[in-house]
């Protein structure tokens, strides 16, 4: 039976449920369901602003976007986002696109922003500041009015926003990249001990559910690595990102060293909206940095677990191709 308490981040919403010490919630302007662990709650209730709810929000929604239901907020989580910076503005218009390609969109979509304040405005305005991080009403009328100043959308039809073919154009480009595609981008380190774990784990798992695998250092380029990396990310359906790394040291003083263009890789591939599948070695999952440490990542210990694994989340995630040949396989 639901328990009609107020979202705590938000108010408004629901509290669906005790789970232990937890309570498992459901708001949209909290970005949909989430939980939040007892031991977290009493840190954030004290200390609770509408810039921590709305880092907050963006973690929930971007956890979403990576396949994870119902996210569950502990105390790490809440230490992690409490530091992380605000989004830039061109970063929020970003979040506009990606939130339509996530609720795949069409051309002839609305949003009511203004007008008679109905279930539908609520709701809509709800939707716009869950996820391009707007921390007040004055915040979103804001990006708003830069969406129609920048001729993305027209907001000049009655109370609502709609596409312009501009906004259509630069939808249909990150569509492109996240439904047509068949390209997955894997980002991990490069190093010779990880060859076998490539050619046996993630290329054939990729495969297997009907996707081309690609690896930056396998392609042949002139131009800027970096240039070619973003370029590559954007032709992808999806990024699959690998933390995986070196360990330094021995017993307590062990350390690994991080590699930091597979962070970078995926967090641009979240911020065009591209699913991110998360994995590790099982003896480096410790090591992942808590910033990401919260998102469900493929934990493998041999090539062949990787493959399985990594197939099945693919699956899960994001759906096999129509002439995918996983059953041939495993």
Known sequence: MPIFEPCPLWGGGKVLEYVGDSIRVDNLRAGGAYEITGSALAVFRPKRTD??????????????????????????????????????VAEQIDRFFAMLSFLDARADFNLKISGVADQQYHHDRALLASWMECETEN??????SLLIQSNLVNGQVSSHIRL???GVQRLSALQRGGSASRQAFIAMWFHPSMDDATKNGFELG???????PMRIDKKEHSNKIDDEIVAEIRKSKFI????TSELMGD????????RGGVYFEAGFAL??????????????IDYVHFDTRQFAHV???TPQDLAEKLYNRICAVIGQTSDAIGDLIF
């Open 206 to 212: 990729i495969s297997a559910a009907g996707y081309t």
């Open 51 to 88: 810039l921590l709810a709305t880092k907050l929000t963006t973690w929930i929604i971007d956890q979403h976007r990576s396949g994870i239901q119902r996210p569950v907020i502990n105390t790490d989580v809440l230490r992690s986002v409490e530091v992380r910076p605000r989004l830039g």
């Open 164 to 166: 312009t073919p501009e």
């Open 251 to 258: 017993g307590a003083q062990k350390t690994a060293i991080a």
């Open 139 to 144: 915040e979103l009328s804001g990006i708003i």
């Open 299 to 301: 934990v493998w210990t």
């Open 271 to 284: 911020g065009l909206g591209l699913p991110v599948i998360w994995c590790c070695r099982a003896d480096l």
């Open 240 to 243: 699959v990102a690998d933390f």
